[in-house]
């Protein structure tokens, strides 16, 4: 049974899985999990001496792998499978296992050598991939409802009951990642100019449009990946055209965020909100 301090490397694409654990493959070194580069990037300060900090860049990452196939058998089979699964050509997600914390993150091929000399040598490898994004993220994702219905009849009900309540409209959501990190949103209708807005950083979404009880308003904040959707059913409808010029695609900070989301017309009321988000990491 594996140590609960031995390290676990798990490579995954395209529905296949390469797992290192020490049964069929053993990690021998490795580099590359612990944290990331840095760059500050700075400007000349022209009224005092040194310059000026302008913002901090995270590089992207390099994860180096050393690894052995443990077993003597098939060893012509698996060079192949090997070569095969770390090409270039396609990437995938690592996940990495180490002192009972998971993390993943995304990878694409930068290199890969098989160093045994002839048949009668182990086979040996040394692998290196490239994440572009450097940082890892949680093994799950987070989901938190904002909103919704609470209370309610309950059949056979007795004497004195309620109607249906709703739940408030803000909520703390606390992030115990090492970084910001990106949400993806669920705005449920009916609403009316629905808003979405992050306390922590001042950010809001809002869109200028009445939602139906039959539409979902969904938001993409992460980078390159930005969208805005009012899916009724099968059907979606871009939502960039609705949006309020003010609006900032907002990323909830490491700690606290009180999320709210308001509606104008008191009458109307949403039947909830839920937002998505990974945990970012520094490293593992």
Known sequence: MPSDKMIIFEFIKNGETILMDDSLFSVTDYEGIESSD????????????????????????????????????????????????????????????????TRTIDYEVSSFKINNKNVHEELSCLLYVKCLDPSFKSAEVSKVPIMTLIGGWKWKFRLPFRMKQYGPLKRNIYNSGHMETPVEIYFRGPAVNPKITNHRTGGYVRLKKTLTSDDVLYIDSAYGKKTVEIRTGDNVEDGWDYLDQASEFWWLQPGDNMIEYTSDGESIRSKGVEIYYWERYLGV
């Open 38 to 101: 840095y760059e500050l990037v700075t400007e000349s300060n022209i009224r005092a001496d040194g310059d000026m900090l302008l913002r901090k860049h995270v590089l992207s990452r390099e994860i180096m792998v050393n690894f052995d196939y443990l077993p003597w058998s098939k060893i012509s089979e698996m060079r192949q499978k090997l070569i095969r699964f770390f090409s270039p050509y396609s990437g995938g997600v690592l996940k990495v296992t180490y002192l009972d914390i």
